[in-house]
């Protein structure tokens, strides 16, 4: 129990253009994730936490109208990278804090973005 | 923002030998969390830690939340080649309960 799916797993996209990550929790209702963002040998680093039907909350120094976050049912937050660019290129990771009955926090297996 | 203090940032060890690694933070959390991550893939948990002083096992794999609640070790017994990969250690706080993560500790494992 308390899967989450992420997709693409892996996406390259032109210098300008917007790209979209899905977040789902298959087996259970999340009404919090958080969105991360990982460069290459470094750690995860908190970019925002997404509220269900509400805005997301975002990490100092993150810009949110670049970051464009919904939450729009209890099972699914997006993250779209708008006007991309190269130095945008990282592995985006999201997670939902596990359900009652279980710990932890469950995570994505990542997307892999590359501006080209 | 919170900052966690991982060491050893990478370890090269021999397949059957055990590794520990541990974090420290100069403030105080009441969660500490272990996990690992293969190459291009999302960290996975191992250990949840909640009450200081406590010690969980996870099969080869012990940890402990210290007493300060300020730090954590994880150790991995008799390491096998499917234990390479990055460990991170995690603590939970703010309103969101939000995690933190360490820098990591590399781990590779020679036959």
């Given amino acids: 129990g308390a899967v989450v799916s992420q997709h693409p797993s892996r ?3 032109k210098s300008g253009t917007s790209v979209k990550i899905e977040c789902r929790s298959l087996d259970f209702q ?5 969105w991360y963002r990982q460069f290459p040998k470094q ?5 925002a936490t997404s509220n269900e ?5 975002y990490e ?3 810009e949110k109208d670049k970051f464009l976050i919904n939450h729009a049912s209890l099972t699914l937050s997006t993250l779209t990278v708008t006007s991309a660019h190269p130095e945008d290129s990282s592995f985006y990771i999201c997670s939902a804090r596990a359900p009652p009955g279980a ?6 297996s990542g997307t892999r973005l590359t501006v080209v | 923002g919170q900052q966690l203090n991982q060491s050893p940032q990478s370890m090269f060890i021999q397949e059957g030998e055990d590794v520990s690694m541990n974090c420290t933070s100069s403030s105080i959390f009441n969660t500490w969390l272990w996990y690992k991550q293969d190459p ?3 960290p996975v948990l191992l250990i949840a830690l909640y009450k200081a002083g406590e010690l969980t096992s996870n099969g080869r794999l012990t940890a402990q939340f210290g007493i300060t609640r300020k730090d954590s070790f994880l150790n991995i017994s008799a390491s096998i080649p499917s234990d390479v990969g990055i460990y991170f ?8 309960r939000q995690l933190t993560f360490g820098s990591g500790t590399q781990l590779t494992v020679l036959p």
């Fill in chain 1, 30 to 34: 999340a009404t919090t994730m958080f």
């Fill in chain 2, 40 to 42: 291009g893939e999302g």
């Fill in chain 1, 103 to 108: 710990y932890g926090y469950t995570f994505g």
């Fill in chain 1, 11 to 13: 996406v390259i996209c």
């Fill in chain 1, 53 to 57: 039907g509400s805005k997301a909350t």
């Fill in chain 1, 43 to 47: 750690s995860l680093m908190l970019m």
């Fill in chain 1, 60 to 62: 100092q120094g993150v």
């Fill in chain 2, 89 to 96: 250690c995690a603590v939970s706080s703010g309103s969101a």
